[in-house]
C-alpha cells in the first residue's frame, strides 16, 4: 500500500488514543543517518496558527543528538501488529543495535524525513520551538520526584506539522 498525503483536517484521530495507548515512533536525522524511539507521551493541537506535535526526548537518549542537529522530524504511528517493534525501540538503544535490522521495520523517506512504511500514519514536523524541562518548574513537586527522581530530564520539542500521510 502507498501513502497518500492529507490535510490535518481530514483527519479522525484520537489524540489521547494515538499517543498514550497506540505509541508512535519518533525518527529524526537524514536518510542516510537516523535514530528513532518509541513515545508514549506528546501532544497534538494548535499553536501560532499552525497544527502541531510537542514531543518530549530525554538528554541521555541517542535521539536526543538527531533532534538537536536537525530542523524536521517524523512521526509515525504504527498498526497494532507491530506492538513488539514498538516495545523494542523503546527500550533499546540505537547506540547499541540497529533497530530496523532488529525490527524489520522498512525506512521510507517523506518529504525528504525518515519513517516507516508499516506506518499507518505519518507527521512530517519541522521544529519551531525548543525548551529543556526544569525541576523547579514543577507545581507539583510529587510529579517530578515520579518521572524523574534520578533520571535526565526531558527537552520539549513543538514541530509545526507540514504533512500528514496515511496509509491507502
Known sequence: MAFVE???????????TL????????TAGTPERFNTMTCSWGAMGEIWNAPSVTAYVRTNRHTFG???????????????????ALSFCGS????DCDKVKETGLTPVTLNGVPAFEEARLVFV?????????????????ET???FYGSDP????????????????
Request: glycine share 6%.
Open 6 to 16: 492529507k490535510q490535518v483536517s481530514e483527519l479522525h484521530e484520537n489524540p489521547f
Open 153 to 168: 530530564m526531558h527537552k520539549m520539542y513543538i514541530g509545526k506539522i507540514l504533512a500528514v500521510y496515511e496509509k491507502a
Open 66 to 84: 538527531f533532534m538537536e542537529e536537525g530542523d524536521t522530524f517524523t512521526i509515525s504511528v504504527l498498526p497494532e501488529e507491530y506492538r513488539k
Open 125 to 141: 514536523c519541522q521544529k519551531v520551538y525548543s525548551q529543556m524541562m526544569e525541576m523547579d518548574s514543577f507545581v507539583t513537586p
Open 19 to 26: 499517543i498514550g495507548k497506540e505509541w508512535f515512533l519518533l
Open 92 to 95: 533499546h538503544s540505537g547506540r
Open 144 to 146: 517530578a520526584e515520579r
